[in-house]
C-alpha cells in the first residue's frame, strides 16, 4: 500500500495512544492513505517492527513506507514541524 503505521490497540500508556492518534490525525487531515498494523494481535508483528525498526525496544507509533523505515513518533513530529512529512515519509 505505501504509509504503514506500526500501532497498538492495547496499551496502559496514554502517550503511546495520543501520539498514534495524531499521527492518524494529522495523516488523514493531509488525506495520505496509510495502512494500520496492529501489533497487539500478533507478538510477530511486534518482533517485525522491531526489526525493520533496527530497534530491540522501538514501541507504536512506528511509521514505514512499505518496508522502508521512515521513523517514530518523534521524527514525524520534527517533519510536521519542518512541513517535510511527504520527504518524511519518502512520498516527495
Do not use: H, W
Request: proline share 3%; hydrophobic share 35%.
Amino acid at each position: 500500500m505505501g504509509v504503514r503505521l506500526y500501532y497498538t490497540t492495547v496499551t496502559a500508556s496514554r502517550e503511546v495512544k495520543s501520539q498514534q492518534a495524531e499521527v492518524m490525525r494529522i495523516l488523514e487531515s493531509k488525506s495520505i492513505q496509510y495502512e494500520l498494523i496492529d501489533i497487539s494481535a500478533d507478538g510477530a508483528l511486534r518482533d517485525e517492527m522491531r526489526t525493520k525498526s533496527g530497534n530491540p525496544t522501538a514501541v507504536p507509533p512506528q511509521i514505514f513506507n512499505e518496508d522502508q523505515y521512515c521513523g517514530n513518533y518523534v521524527m514525524f513530529s520534527e517533519a510536521v514541524e519542518e512541513d517535510t512529512v511527504e520527504k518524511f515519509l519518502k512520498l516527495a
